[in-house]
């Protein structure tokens, strides 16, 4: 439970806190944003989850008031106009038509689950305040098991039975380096594990003990992110590890963690948001007013240095194969990037080449249907993001954005039974608008199709964002730009070289070491 002021009900607080954020953004078609609202407050309230948006608002505002950044919003989590007016995301949902029942589906009883991004260097003092505010005992990190691989099975296993360590070498180099590689698989493909295993009786035995336990739990780690705050104590619930100076720690996972009921948040450090506001903070040396949450989302040196995929430092925009799609794209709008960002996919880079002809008038295309054209006219009739699948099926087939919502999970799970209802509700709301039998199937087996690997669209504008800002500040504030990126990787001489080089070639001189001068860090005299 959140500790409302004067013991109001959560809800209530909720819709206060909501309704006057509503009234200071003054959207320009106010009428909508209220009816968003409201919709989402209902729905929040009827699921029981108004505390949660209230526990994630007061720790979006810790960060806030301790000049801790926070992400713009990751996953679904940005289609919620409530999180956008609490400050927990950063991402206008009505403006990019980003949808709500991807996050919170009344007809799918998960937890909410809005995974908070802060610096790397942060994470610590965000993970004290929350021990501080809800209690030593009723918050824990949440353990993750590291289990036996097959070199580790046969290693322990020898181990425990008293072989030598050159016995140890032997078979751990018979065993291929291959990821995830299970002992029976490793048989099959290595003829020097296969001639050890037959050498003897016990070499046999040996491989078969290593086998019962390879997959078990071996050890107890802590998760990178995952939190859970209840609000009695939690070994009154779970079991739980005491340790010294730190907070308790789960001894369930994740998923056990969630399946009794509890409440698991995730607070990823992220090195980019350091970054961020390591340059944004150079900035304001020089000037005070500069705000990033204020730039033109338009800015034409910005979307020049994406065209130029100048984007060495860029968050997820710096790897070759990204570059190359951008240099093809040539990106005019943000909506291009965020598109760049849910394209450069395993599933959906085949799609790559059609996006780009068709973006520059080299391939022509028409919508299945002049009904869906205005959902796939921005990607150029290519279904690029799972939200495009859903409104399909709120417009065909006269889906509720719920049932909708439904149905992407359904085909992302490949639930063939749940899956066989759904198709046939689906034809018939179809036929029901007055699309023929085959039509009705083509536009099933269309979603069908593309639902299992489109992307997230409230997650690919977030970081979008977050992308767009960085190269906003390289673009236009370089000086301190560089001297950020090059403080960040200190000691790792390749990175180094890359940034000098650029500088170099952008006319950016680097000074040689100065006894008399040379600090531990890089910086600049705001000039060149």
Same mark, same amino acid.
């Given at each position: 439970?959140?500790?409302t002021?004067?013991?109001?009900?959560?809800s209530?607080y909720l819709?206060d806190?909501? *309704?006057s954020?509503?009234?200071?953004?003054r %959207?320009?078609?106010?009428a909508?944003y209220?009816?968003?609202l409201?919709?989402?407050?209902?729905?929040?309230d009827?699921?029981? #989850?108004?505390d949660?948006?209230?526990i994630?608002?007061?720790?979006?505002?810790?960060c *806030? &008031?301790?000049?801790?950044?926070v992400g713009p919003?990751?996953g679904?989590?940005a289609g919620s106009l409530? &999180?956008?007016?609490?400050?927990?995301?950063?991402?206008d949902?009505?403006?990019?038509?980003?949808?709500f029942?991807?996050?919170?589906n009344?007809?799918?009883?998960?937890m909410?689950d809005?995974?908070?991004d802060?610096p790397?260097?942060k994470r610590?003092q965000v993970l004290?305040y929350v021990?501080?505010?809800y209690?030593?005992?009723?918050v824990?990190?949440?353990?993750?098991?590291?289990?036996?691989?097959?070199r580790?099975a046969m290693?322990?296993t020898l181990r425990?039975?008293?072989?030598d360590?050159?016995?140890? +070498?032997?078979?751990?180099?018979a065993?291929?380096?291959?990821?995830d590689?299970s002992?029976?698989?490793?048989?099959?493909k290595?003829?020097a594990? +296969?001639?050890?295993?037959? *050498?003897s009786?016990?070499?046999?035995?040996?491989?078969?003990?290593?086998?019962?336990i390879e997959?078990? %739990?071996?050890?107890i780690?802590?998760h990178?992110?995952?939190?859970?705050i209840h609000?009695?104590?939690?070994y009154?619930?779970?079991?739980?590890?005491e340790?010294p =100076?730190? %907070?308790?720690?789960t001894q369930?996972t994740?998923?056990?963690?969630?399946?009794?009921?509890?409440?698991?948040?995730d607070?990823?450090g992220?090195r980019?948001?350091?970054?961020?506001d390591?340059?944004?903070?150079?900035?304001q040396?020089?000037?005070?007013?500069?705000?990033i949450?204020?730039? &033109?989302?338009?800015?034409?040196?910005?979307?020049a240095?994406?065209?130029?995929a100048?984007?060495n430092?860029?968050f997820?925009?710096e790897?070759?194969g990204?570059k190359?799609?951008?240099?093809?794209l040539?990106p005019e709008?943000?909506?291009?990037i965020?598109?760049v =960002?849910?394209l450069?996919?395993?599933g959906p880079?085949?799609?790559i080449?059609h996006?780009?002809a068709?973006?520059?008038?080299?391939e022509s295309?028409?919508a299945i249907?002049?009904?869906?054209?205005?959902i796939l006219?921005?990607? !150029?009739g290519i279904?690029?993001y799972?939200?495009?699948?859903?409104?399909m099926?709120q417009?065909?087939?006269k889906?509720?954005l719920?049932?909708a919502d439904i149905?992407?999970?359904?085909?992302?799970?490949k639930n063939e039974?749940e899956?066989?209802?759904?198709?046939?509700?689906y034809v018939?709301?179809?036929?029901?608008?007055?699309?023929?039998?085959e039509m009705?199937? =083509?536009?099933f087996?269309l979603?069908?199709? #593309?639902?299992?690997?489109g992307f997230?669209?409230s997650?690919?504008?977030?970081?979008g964002?977050?992308?767009?800002?960085?190269?906003?500040?390289?673009?236009?504030y %370089?000086l301190?730009?560089y001297t950020s990126i090059?403080?960040?990787?200190?000691g790792?001489s390749?990175?180094s070289?890359? !940034?000098?080089t650029e500088?170099?070639?952008?006319?950016? &001189?680097?000074e040689?070491?100065?006894?008399?001068?040379?600090t531990?860090?890089?910086y600049?005299?705001g000039?060149?």
């Amino acid at each position: 439970k959140f500790p409302t002021p004067d013991h109001l009900p959560a809800s209530q607080y909720l819709r206060d806190l909501t *309704q006057s954020a509503l009234e200071d953004l003054r %959207p320009a078609d106010l009428a909508v944003y209220q009816q968003r609202l409201d919709y989402e407050l209902e729905v929040i309230d009827s699921m029981g #989850f108004s505390d949660y948006f209230l526990i994630v608002w007061d720790i979006i505002v810790y960060c *806030q &008031s301790h000049a801790i950044r926070v992400g713009p919003g990751r996953g679904s989590a940005a289609g919620s106009l409530v &999180s956008y007016l609490l400050g927990i995301t950063r991402v206008d949902p009505i403006q990019y038509n980003l949808l709500f029942e991807r996050f919170l589906n009344p007809e799918r009883y998960n937890m909410p689950d809005i995974d908070m991004d802060i610096p790397d260097n942060k994470r610590q003092q965000v993970l004290h305040y929350v021990v501080e505010r809800y209690g030593q005992e009723q918050v824990a990190q949440i353990a993750t098991l590291g289990t036996f691989g097959a070199r580790a099975a046969m290693r322990d296993t020898l181990r425990v039975l008293g072989a030598d360590s050159e016995t140890l +070498r032997v078979w751990a180099r018979a065993i291929p380096k291959e990821l995830d590689i299970s002992l029976p698989q490793a048989y099959q493909k290595s003829a020097a594990l +296969r001639q050890l295993v037959s *050498q003897s009786e016990t070499n046999q035995q040996l491989f078969q003990v290593a086998q019962t336990i390879e997959g078990l %739990p071996r050890h107890i780690s802590t998760h990178a992110a995952a939190v859970v705050i209840h609000d009695q104590a939690l070994y009154q619930v779970i079991p739980v590890v005491e340790r010294p =100076n730190q %907070p308790l720690m789960t001894q369930f996972t994740m998923y056990d963690v969630e399946k009794v009921g509890l409440l698991k948040m995730d607070f990823l450090g992220l090195r980019n948001l350091n970054l961020l506001d390591t340059i944004i903070k150079q900035v304001q040396k020089s000037q005070a007013d500069f705000d990033i949450e204020a730039i &033109s989302m338009e800015d034409a040196q910005t979307l020049a240095l994406f065209r130029a995929a100048d984007t060495n430092g860029v968050f997820q925009f710096e790897s070759d194969g990204i570059k190359q799609v951008l240099r093809k794209l040539q990106p005019e709008r943000f909506e291009d990037i965020v598109a760049v =960002n849910a394209l450069f996919r395993p599933g959906p880079m085949k799609q790559i080449d059609h996006y780009v002809a068709r973006r520059h008038g080299k391939e022509s295309y028409q919508a299945i249907h002049p009904i869906l054209e205005e959902i796939l006219a921005p990607t !150029y009739g290519i279904i690029v993001y799972q939200e495009q699948v859903m409104l399909m099926a709120q417009i065909a087939a006269k889906f509720s954005l719920v049932k909708a919502d439904i149905l992407r999970k359904a085909i992302s799970k490949k639930n063939e039974e749940e899956l066989a209802g759904l198709r046939q509700e689906y034809v018939l709301g179809c036929k029901e608008n007055g699309y023929s039998d085959e039509m009705a199937s =083509n536009l099933f087996d269309l979603a069908e199709k #593309f639902a299992g690997y489109g992307f997230n669209k409230s997650h690919a504008v977030a970081y979008g964002l977050v992308a767009y800002q960085l190269a906003y500040l390289k673009a236009n504030y %370089p000086l301190e730009f560089y001297t950020s990126i090059l403080n960040s990787v200190i000691g790792d001489s390749t990175k180094s070289a890359i !940034y000098i080089t650029e500088c170099r070639r952008k006319h950016i &001189s680097i000074e040689a070491p100065d006894v008399n001068r040379s600090t531990d860090i890089y910086y600049h005299n705001g000039k060149s």
